[in-house]
């Protein structure tokens, strides 16, 4: 109960602004859950959630992400200079790239910990990237080309 509670959580807070520990209780309640303020609060400890701020000002619950700059530098670098090509396959991302680099660019996106990736499988060129929904699917190649241009 307590892991698809907390998957739950995961999903929530990506897909609502969520301010307040009351305001997930309710939403988790609305979906099926029945828990109180003090389960939510330790769910955010466990799920090692943070508050971050909005461009409104507003803050909201996030996943905890990698706060090494320069370790997500290199993991961005190794996904821009090896990506050729992106399809959509259902809730499948895949992604082809140079040769013998697939392995490193399949870690290097489960290192950024998107909440939408539910895991990575490569070969020598090819990634197959299993996203949670169809819908998750098209946020993960929204952002790659995001990030990607970013940087």
């Known amino acids: 109960?307590?892991?698809?509670?907390h998957a739950q959580i995961l999903k929530l807070i990506n897909q609502y602004d969520i301010e307040t520990q009351e305001e997930l209780a309710a939403r988790l309640n609305e979906s099926g859950?029945?828990?109180?303020?003090?389960?939510?609060?330790?769910d955010i400890r466990q799920l090692k959630l943070m508050k971050i701020t909005r461009e409104d000002g507003h803050s909201k619950y996030a996943?905890?992400?990698n706060t090494d700059r320069e370790v997500l530098s290199k993991y961005i670098r190794i996904l821009k200079e090896s990506l050729i090509s992106m399809d959509?396959?259902?809730?499948l991302v895949v992604i082809k790239t140079v040769s013998?680099?697939?392995?490193?660019?399949a870690a290097a996106l489960d290192?950024?910990?998107?909440?939408?990736?539910?895991?990575?499988?490569?070969?020598?060129?090819t990634i197959m990237c299993a996203a949670?929904?169809?819908?998750?699917?098209l946020v993960v190649i929204d952002k790659l080309k995001k990030t990607l241009e970013s940087f």
């Open 132 to 137: 949670k929904s169809p819908d998750d699917a």
């Open 1 to 5: 109960m307590k892991i698809a509670r």
């Open 88 to 91: 959509l396959a259902g809730n």
């Open 111 to 125: 290192e950024l910990r998107w909440g939408e990736i539910a895991g990575c499988i490569a070969g020598d060129d």
């Open 63 to 65: 996943e905890q992400q």
């Open 33 to 42: 859950y029945k828990v109180t303020q003090a389960t939510v609060s330790r």
């Open 100 to 105: 013998g680099m697939a392995m490193a660019a």
